[in-house]
């Protein structure tokens, strides 16, 4: 079979997972960038909701994140990040459907939007939109503290799951903000997990392929498309 083709922009959250879980499995991929046809007709023809991320291997074409993770956990060798157990397996499902109505949500679209990128295209951040985020954020993480308040190093305890490479990007991006690294050190059992999966050599591997971190063009209609009403 051909190499996985991974469309998207870099600093996609999504994009990132799924980049994240190739580079952990040592998938060979290949990213095609669509920044400069992002909404287009090149684009939408991969994706017809618009948005990032799209796996393509061979002719099978495929969308959205957690059917991407599954599908590349399923055909790519070990190690495996899917436990078999089903409580486990459920508990996996449940801090991803989390970091997607959660976590990502307000970490993203409210806070980090507003924080930096916004602001890297000169659009002014929105304050009612950050202050409306921070206690909702808040709340997932004091309930991610107390799920890791066990001796693992990972959200299922002592196994690295697809759960952990969902969760690192958007914690990451948050991180990045002054709201983020100051509401970061009431968690310290989070801090100990995060600080975990940045060592890991899977998240510096992926690190250091990335391009520096360069304003999103295409972000400029985000701040009338999806900015969230606060």
């Known amino acids: 079979?051909?190499?996985?083709?991974?469309?998207?922009?870099?600093?996609?959250?999504?994009?990132?997972?799924?980049?994240?879980?190739?580079?952990?499995?040592d998938v060979s991929y290949v990213f095609n960038d669509l920044e400069p046809v992002m909404g287009k007709a090149e684009h939408l023809a991969l994706h017809p909701f618009n948005r990032v991320p799209i796996l393509r291997h061979d002719d099978f074409i495929l969308y959205e994140t957690d059917a991407i993770?599954?599908?590349?956990d399923e055909v790519f060798a070990e190690p495996r990040l899917t436990p078999?157990?089903?409580?486990?397996?459920?508990?996996?499902?449940?801090?991803?459907?989390?970091?997607?109505?959660?976590?990502?949500?307000?970490m993203i679209y409210h806070v980090t939007h507003e924080r930096l990128v916004f602001p890297e295209l000169g659009i002014a951040s929105d304050e009612k939109v950050v202050?409306?985020?921070?206690?909702?954020?808040?709340?997932?993480?004091?309930?991610?503290?107390?799920?890791?308040?066990?001796?693992?190093?990972?959200?299922l305890?002592?196994?690295?799951?697809?759960?952990?490479?969902?969760m690192l990007p958007c914690t990451f991006a948050f991180g990045l903000t002054d709201e983020g690294q100051s509401m970061y050190r009431k968690f310290p059992s989070f801090c100990r997990w995060r600080a975990g999966m940045?060592?890991?050599?899977?998240?510096?591997?992926?690190?250091?392929?990335?391009p520096p971190r360069e304003p999103i063009p295409h972000a400029r209609e985000w701040a009338t498309s999806h900015r969230p009403k606060c």
Do not use: C
């Open 198 to 210: 940045e060592n890991l050599s899977t998240t510096r591997t992926l690190r250091a392929s990335l």
């Open 84 to 106: 078999k157990e089903p409580r486990a397996r459920a508990r996996m499902n449940q801090w991803i459907s989390a970091v997607n109505s959660y976590f990502y949500p307000y």
């Open 69 to 72: 993770v599954d599908y590349i």
């Open 157 to 166: 305890g002592s196994e690295l799951t697809l759960a952990d490479f969902y």
């Open 131 to 155: 202050a409306h985020a921070l206690p909702k954020i808040e709340i997932a993480l004091g309930a991610m503290e107390r799920e890791l308040a066990h001796d693992g190093d990972y959200l």
């Open 1 to 25: 079979m051909a190499e996985p083709i991974v469309y998207g922009f870099p600093r996609s959250t999504f994009v990132n997972i799924v980049r994240l879980v190739l580079t952990h499995k």
